[in-house]
């Protein structure tokens, strides 16, 4: 009696497993979503359990890679290999009693210079600053301010001063934000396989296979 009961966890264990492999082998491939005008999109699900998503509009083509898993209920589940800070800035204050104004150095994730963004200083009515093409700017260093807003392409990213006496300030955004339009982190985000389409279930957007994948 035990040695069938052993048996027959056996065969559902090797079923389980089976049917596991079968459902992480349907998911593999590439899949595609054109928009209307020059907007389309990419994902490429690969048999190494890593993923590569591309974004294009016009000109413009970001890239995100990652992994991939398939969970209990079938559902793929995406992560990116970066994964974003809790805020989507990141701030460091530094200290020099020797300048004569307040200098700020910004960048997006990727160390690229975020130039012409704009920074505004809550509680300085009527007065903002434009990042060159480097990233940088500069104001009085008698302006007296406890928060500053950057603004860039429609995002804006708050940041609260920590010392008062910070002179310069070394700045790196997440742009775009998480979850925000196509380039976006994934973070376990669920995708759902229908027949020959992959179902993005946080944007509802469906992308169709390949032919022959």
Not at 10 to 36: D, R, W
Not at 133 to 153: C, D, H, M, R, W
Not at 191 to 203: A, P, Y
Request: net charge positive; with cysteine; charged share 25%.
């Amino acid at each position: 009696m035990l040695s069938r009961l052993k048996y027959c966890v056996f065969i559902t264990s090797i079923f389980i497993l089976v049917s596991c492999v079968v459902t992480n082998k349907n998911y593999v491939g590439t899949y595609y979503n054109h928009m209307p005008g020059f907007v389309k999109s990419e994902i490429e699900i690969k048999k190494d359990s890593t993923f590569k998503y591309q974004y294009t509009s016009g000109l413009e083509k970001t890239q995100v890679t990652g992994i991939w898993y398939v969970d209990k209920k079938g559902y793929l589940n995406l992560s990116s290999n970066k994964t974003p800070e809790n805020d989507s800035i990141k701030v460091k204050e530094i200290i020099n009693e020797e300048q004569d104004s307040i200098v700020f150095f910004v960048n997006s994730f990727g160390n690229e210079p975020l130039g012409g963004a704009a920074i505004t200083f809550n509680g300085v009515p009527n007065f903002g600053v434009n990042l060159s093409e480097t990233g940088e700017a500069k104001v009085p260093k008698t302006l007296n301010f406890k928060q500053f807003t950057i603004s860039y392409l429609g995002y804006n990213y708050n940041y609260d001063v920590v010392n008062n006496k910070a002179s310069v300030f070394k700045i790196k955004v997440y742009y775009p934000n998480p979850k925000d339009a196509y380039y976006r982190y994934f973070i376990n985000d669920k995708w759902k396989l229908k027949g020959n389409k992959l179902i993005d279930l946080e944007k509802n957007i469906k992308y169709k296979k390949k032919t022959g994948e």
